[in-house]
């Protein structure tokens, strides 16, 4: 069975940083792009960014190119997304999703999601 | 880039028939495949419709998609609503140097 376990939420203040994980099982990690969505309360889903785990190439939405790291450990199956310097505008639901370049980029699982707050 | 334009919010009552649209602004609709995404309160998303028309397993058949060249849109169409299908939900097309673009979802009240 397909399953993408996301970390637990976390709670920061503005400027720290923060690494989140979303570790994939029941298929081989390394040969599926593994995407990042953002859901900031109450709107939309935005498209962050996406990773191949095979050789780690890395597409990034121009909005948050600079803003967030996107990475990848095969040791552990794990993709992460990283913040330097968080925000309060950071401050959302953030989803993994396994995805697939052949069905025209779309989303086929998705992890149980990580809400991270961002306040003083 | 082109953006993905959805109505807001659209409601309708159990047991009728609802459809949401989803509007390319530029290029042809025809030119990359849309999926469809149920987000409920409290859970992840899920795909009810993707490459424009197919279901995936489990999907009941009430759910259904098309595209409509003529209006360069997307269309996710729910039959015999149920209570259960009340969520947001929000076209995904690509392009080439995007491969994630979301409408800006809508949320269906079934009242």
């Known amino acids: 069975e397909v399953q993408l376990v996301q970390s637990g939420a976390e709670v920061k203040k503005p400027g720290e940083s923060l690494k989140i994980s979303c570790k994939g099982s029941g298929y081989t990690f390394h040969t599926y792009w593994i995407g990042w969505v953002r859901q900031k309360p109450g709107k939309g889903l935005e498209w962050m960014g996406i990773?191949?785990?095979?050789?780690?190439?890395?597409r990034y939405n121009s909005s948050f190119q600079g803003q967030v790291t996107i990475s990848v450990d095969t040791s552990t199956n794990s993709a992460h997304l990283q913040w330097d310097s968080l925000k309060a505008s950071d401050t959302a639901m953030y989803y993994c999703a396994r995805t697939l370049y052949s069905s025209g980029w779309r989303f086929d699982y998705w992890g149980q999601g990580t809400l991270v707050t961002v306040s003083s | 880039n082109f953006m993905l334009t959805q109505p807001h919010s659209v409601s309708e009552s159990p047991g009728k028939t609802v459809t949401i649209s989803c509007t390319r602004s530029s290029g042809s609709i025809a030119s990359n495949y849309v999926q469809w995404y149920q987000l409920r309160p409290g859970s992840s998303p899920t795909t009810v419709i993707y490459e424009d028309k197919k279901r995936p397993s489990g999907v009941p058949d009430r759910f259904s998609g098309s595209i409509d060249r003529s209006s360069n849109s997307a269309s996710l169409t729910i039959s015999g609503l149920k209570t259960e299908d009340e969520a947001e939900y929000y076209c995904q097309s690509y392009d080439s140097g995007i491969p994630g673009i979301f409408g800006g979802g809508t949320k269906l009240t079934v009242l």
């Open positions: 990773i191949y785990p095979g050789d780690s190439d890395t």
